[in-house]
């Protein structure tokens, strides 16, 4: 075998490997609470400026505030945040045209991931369907309005 073949073969390896843990994780869990892109869209804004003061109000759907430290179930597009062999952190949209570091005008919805595990860098755009436990930022100087940790991808299908 060549090096470069060697590489390939420990790389697929890993990846498998990788995978099955994960597959593993998620076959072994409880159900997950069906929240979807509807209700992360469904985040209200409010800006306040007092004097030199910036801040922005969240007002969180019903389904997911309720949904807050619980599990859910969520498809989505990745969007790669740092170029590594492994990631941790991530982006996930609703449509690859929602990628914020594209040019598109505006940013549209996005869902900041944590996984559980370092994951394989994916191709940009990559399906994923993710489970994992919905945490609420209560920054009051972000639009960020919630991030999906402890995330393991579904088995693909």
């Known amino acids: 075998m060549t090096g470069s073949n060697r590489w390939t073969s420990r790389s697929r390896f890993s990846r498998t490997a990788l995978w099955s843990i994960l597959t593993l994780a998620t076959l072994t869990s409880a159900p997950a609470l069906a929240v979807g892109w509807e209700e992360i869209a ?86 994923l369907t993710l489970t994992g436990t919905v945490e609420l930022v209560d920054d009051p100087y972000t639009y960020q309005a919630l991030r999906l940790v402890e995330a393991r991808p579904e088995p693909l299908s």
């Open 42 to 127: 469904g985040v209200g804004y409010t800006e306040v400026v007092e004097g030199d003061d910036w801040s922005v109000e969240k007002e969180y759907p019903e389904a997911l505030a309720a949904a807050a430290g619980q599990e859910i179930t969520i498809s989505g597009f990745y969007v790669p945040i740092e170029a590594q062999a492994y990631v941790t952190n991530f982006l996930l949209v609703p449509d690859p045209a929602d990628c914020p570091f594209c040019g598109s005008s505006g940013y549209g919805i996005s869902l900041e991931v944590h996984a559980a595990e370092p994951m394989p860098d994916l191709p940009e755009a990559t399906e």
